[in-house]
């Protein structure tokens, strides 16, 4: 996948919503939108090993799926950057016509499309699928957050208990009366994987999903499977709870697939304690150790 940095105006194309139904949602492309899928479609005339599967333009940014059919001389990240190089020559021929006054008015960077687009690799099984609905879903997603923007504005400055962090979601669920962690304890997986004695595990997984429905708020980073597994039923049931997220928010931030629907409708509030690291890839353990502490400190005010 590939996503082209975001100016400050929607200049790829405005956003349509029919009826005021998200699921209608469709980008109506502005000629600089146009001409950018143009060049995408002509990207096979210079890597030929290289086929477009999918892609979706939206008024800031451009998501596409490329399929590497054979190996690559130079690899995908020449694609990228060849890709890159065409759109900011878009760019620079787009602004080459306005005045300073204009660009200034239009709150344009320019040039355009000045940082390098962001490359993610579908290595395992299920993330293509995966991919394909989230690019899909862009339009319609997008739609959502503009007829609810309060749950998916990034609220910064949240003060609790001594810490600052930035959050996303519903802020009104740290208000209520009840609270308490999901912390999934190393020793019950280590009996439930190697000697067969679940009881203890199972038994604390049904306890968070009892407490939920009772109306308890469960605070977690939901780190291990099995928290996972926590968090699944209450995404299904619509329980409200609160997600500590090991990375900040970065700028057109959206929730993940799995979230993104709960936080519509205002049952979940993401919090992060840390600013947006775009190199971080992987969780640390000192993170959640970290993390588990915040939630534990969050449940205890």
């Not at 994987?193 to 679940?198: I, L, M, R, S, V």
């Not at 500590?244 to 304690?273: C, M, T």
């Amino acid at each position: 996948m590939s996503r082209l940095p975001s100016p400050v105006e929607p200049l790829l194309g405005e956003l349509i919503i029919p009826d005021g139904d998200p699921s209608k949602a469709e980008v109506k492309r502005s000629q600089l939108g146009e001409d950018l899928v143009d060049c995408l479609m002509h990207l096979y005339e210079h890597y030929p090993e290289v086929r477009i599967l999918q892609f979706c333009l939206m008024p800031d940014h451009l998501h596409v799926i490329w399929h590497v059919r054979k190996p690559m001389p130079r690899g995908i990240m020449s694609v990228a950057r060849g890709f890159w190089q065409a759109a900011k020559k878009l760019g620079r021929n787009y602004t080459s016509s306005f005045s300073p006054n204009t660009i200034r008015d239009k709150k344009l960077s320019s040039p355009l499309f000045t940082e390098m687009p962001y490359v993610r690799p579908l290595v395992r099984q299920g993330q293509l699928r995966s991919m394909f609905r989230y690019i899909d879903m862009n339009p319609s997603r997008l739609a959502t957050k503009r007829l609810k923007p309060g749950f998916f504005f990034v609220q910064t400055g949240i003060e609790i208990g001594g810490r600052t962090y930035s959050g996303v979601g519903n802020i009104r669920l740290l208000q209520h009366e009840h609270y308490a962690p999901v912390h999934v304890r190393s020793m019950w997986v280590k009996d439930a994987e190697e000697h067969g004695y679940d009881q203890p595990l199972r038994d604390y997984m049904n306890s968070c999903v009892l407490a939920a429905r009772q109306g308890t708020i469960l605070v977690s980073p939901f780190i291990s499977k099995q928290e996972q597994a926590v968090m699944s039923v209450l995404l299904k049931e619509n329980l409200p709870f609160i997600y500590l997220a090991d990375n900040g928010f970065r700028d057109y931030y959206k929730p993940s697939e799995a979230l993104f629907d709960a936080v519509a409708a205002g049952s979940v509030l993401i919090l992060s304690p840390w600013e947006y690291d775009p190199s971080k890839k992987h969780i640390s353990r000192s993170d959640c150790v970290a993390l588990n502490t915040m939630a534990e400190e969050i449940c205890a005010l």
